[in-house]
């Protein structure tokens, strides 16, 4: 089935777009949650993203073993996996290295276009920015470019969202 790209810049309603395209495919759908609580901020925030979803939706939170999560769900429904750039981040602060990371990423994608059911994987584009001073920092966003670069790779479709509008990227080249 098919695997939908979404990534975009922080607030750009990537998520809303998400959450509506699951919404309009009729199927059962499970929300496939990275972020931690880490702090109050994230805690508020991870509460606020539920309320906006339907209550009917499972949700699995899997913050680091996301292949493993998605591995163990029935078919036919429709997965959201929300996002990839806390994915990394977590990978990262538990000492996963890019190598890693990035086999992590390719079994994802295998994962989504073998899955009998539509795959929506949402991200962040950090890599429009300044570059940033920390060596962390850079590496972070090195590392979330190329997972990004990996799992778009096997969708169907690519979209970046700005202002809550989609913009279709083109297929890669060979």
């Not at 949700?59 to 996301?66: G, H, K, Q």
């Not at 059911?117 to 590496?139: A, F, K, L, Y």
């Not at 966003?141 to 969708?155: E, Q, T």
């Amino acid at each position: 089935m098919p695997l939908t790209f979404l990534t975009g810049g922080a607030r750009s309603g990537k998520s809303a777009v998400a959450v509506r395209r699951a919404g309009r495919t009729g199927a059962p759908v499970v929300f496939v949650a990275t972020g931690e609580a880490g702090d109050a901020e994230m805690a508020d925030r991870i509460t606020r993203h539920r309320a906006e979803r339907p209550s009917r939706w499972s949700t699995v939170e899997a913050p680091t073993d996301l292949v493993e999560a998605l591995a163990g769900l029935a078919p036919g429904q429709t997965v959201v996996v929300d996002c990839l750039s806390l994915w990394v981040s977590n990978l990262m602060g538990r000492g996963v290295d890019e190598a890693g990371t990035l086999d992590r990423a390719h079994a994802l994608g295998r994962w989504a276009t073998a899955y009998p059911g539509e795959v929506v994987v949402v991200t962040n584009e950090v890599g429009s920015g300044i570059v940033p001073m920390h060596p962390v920092s850079r590496d972070y966003r090195d590392r979330l470019g190329r997972v990004n670069a990996v799992v778009a790779g096997y969708a169907a479709l690519a979209q970046l969202v700005v202002a809550g509008r989609t913009l279709t990227l083109d297929p890669p080249e060979d």
